[in-house]
């Protein structure tokens, strides 16, 4: 299972990342974990848009999907012709909020290019990934992903503060891609987001193999976070940034 990150920057875009977008690659097939504010054209880095064959919203704040109105120009108004329709999961009122965001009417929406569905209960396959997503503790219905390949697990944390459901999901996985928003020694909002020590709490509990950092905001200065996450978790700590790989 290969990552890549194609943004990663914390609640919009900065200078030099789009925001969440996160690009696995398993036997060919290429699924998008979120699109953010900015993502399609930092992907075109490292895939055509319309080979892109799925997308997963852990939930729908604008930095987690609003450049799906993007990917819908690029496959939908392409001059070769459409690609196939790709399925795309994400909360209960997804398909709403994609044609809502593009200015169209909910029905048909956006059929003609995405097969919008919502999680279902337990695992499910999206090509050759086995997925579950749990909901996490967040201000909008949230999900962390569980994608796994073979004998390979990749856990993506959403956004959320710290809770027994992140730890659930991400129980035993070889790579643990969390979102660390907030710094520990600032006066934090309840309930929203993580701090890199937090991130690295619910890793240890979880038992994950590695730690990626994300989502780090522009107005902090994030140069301390991964001693911030190694104070709580004894393994492989690193930053996410924009074109860093990671072989699962």
């Known amino acids: 299972m290969k990552l890549t990150i194609v943004g990663c920057a914390g609640s919009y875009p900065n200078a030099t990342s789009a925001a969440s977008c996160y690009l696995v690659e398993q036997d060919g097939f290429r699924l ?30 604008a930095d987690h999907f609003l450049d ?41 929406g ?14 499910f396959s999206v090509g050759p990934f086995t997925v579950t997503a ?40 070889d790579v643990a891609l969390f979102e660390a928003s907030f710094r520990e020694d600032d006066v934090n909002p309840p309930a929203l987001h993580m701090t890199a020590r937090e991130a690295g709490a619910m890793a240890a509990q979880a038992g994950v193999g590695r730690l990626i950092l994300t989502h ?19 393994g492989d700590v690193v930053v996410a940034e924009p074109g860093m790989v990671i072989h699962i």
């Not at 699109?35 to 704040?61: E, I, N, Q």
């Not at 780090?216 to 004894?234: C, I, K």
Request: glycine letters at 10%.
């Open 68 to 108: 799906m109105c993007a990917l819908y120009v690029a496959r939908r108004y392409r001059p070769s012709g459409m690609p196939p329709v790709i399925p795309v999961f994400g909360p209960d009122d997804t398909a709403v909020r994609l044609a809502t965001a593009y200015g169209m009417d909910p029905d048909p």
């Open 32 to 61: 998008a974990l979120d699109f953010g504010s900015g993502a399609l054209g930092p992907l075109h880095h490292y895939c055509d848009p319309c080979d892109l064959d799925g997308v997963l919203l852990s939930h729908l704040h």
């Open 134 to 173: 749990t909901e996490v503790h967040h201000p909008v219905v949230c999900h962390a992903l569980r994608v796994s390949a073979g004998d390979r697990t990749l856990v993506f944390s959403g956004d959320t503060a710290p809770c027994d459901g992140l730890v659930k999901a991400a129980r035993g996985a």
């Open 216 to 234: 780090m905001v522009a107005w902090h200065d994030n140069s301390g976070a991964v001693a911030e996450a190694a104070g709580a978790y004894d």
């Open 110 to 123: 956006m059929a003609d290019v995405f097969d919008v569905q919502t999680y279902p209960a337990g695992g």
